[in-house]
């Protein structure tokens, strides 16, 4: 029997250690790819905009409408889906558990749009090609968001860091919202002003919620409480400060700085 439990825990062993192997070989893979798509990303929309300079814009406008619908429908079904999934765990566990869980990557529904988001990080690198092609203005935020996003995505995956449920069904919601607004502006519908505005104060909500979940998940880390790690935390809380103070700045440019020009004119 102590021979027997022996080889049996030596085979546990060999097993976690093959089992992390892969899971790292996995990571690395994923992580290496991450930076690829990046790097090329950057070279083809700088690059784009250079090549475009002295040529006419492409209009593209049944393609964008085709391209916004496909990820607003993508969104809205992620919303539903890890939304349902967070109502439940807030319903039944409450808000702490909610924040510290981590089945939200293994179970049964959720675990497909875990792994379904990460992985949408890479196609919605293809809005920024309709900017170039059709020549309208490439702001700092919008190309320095896709790049950390599928950066820390497809870093912290591998990890199922706790926040991660919030993170993503945050995301899918306001998503679905914003490419759906996408969607009937490329099909030529006039949309109030206002639901603009909406948008990118849901979008400055997401981050703040997104700074303090990190705080907790810091906090109730260093009780043993969450699994995570520093180095995750820093990272996450550099981006998502970064994406508050400058979807704050663009809320301002974009919506009051002109209505002042407006009352002074």
Known sequence: NVILLYLQEMESKEQY???TQIKWETFLDLWSKSFIFCAVYAVLI???QYFMKE???FDLRKLLVLWSLTLALFSMIGAVRTGWY?????HTSGFKQSVCDQSFYSGPVSKFWAYAFVLSKA?????TIFIVLRKQKLIFLHWYHHITVLLYSWYSY???VAGGGWFMTMNYSVHAFMYSYY???AAGFHVPHPYAMLI???QISQMVMGVVVNSLVYTWMEERQCPSYKENILWSSIMYFTYLVLFCLFFYEAYLKGKHRVKKD
């Open 46 to 48: 700088f690059g784009g």
């Open 183 to 185: 969607t009937l502006r």
């Open 200 to 202: 990118t104060l849901s």
């Open 55 to 57: 040529r006419r814009k």
């Open 158 to 160: 591998k990890d199922m």
């Open 17 to 19: 250690r093959t089992h």
């Open 123 to 127: 196609p919605e690198l293809g809005d």
């Open 86 to 90: 967070m109502w439940h765990v807030l």
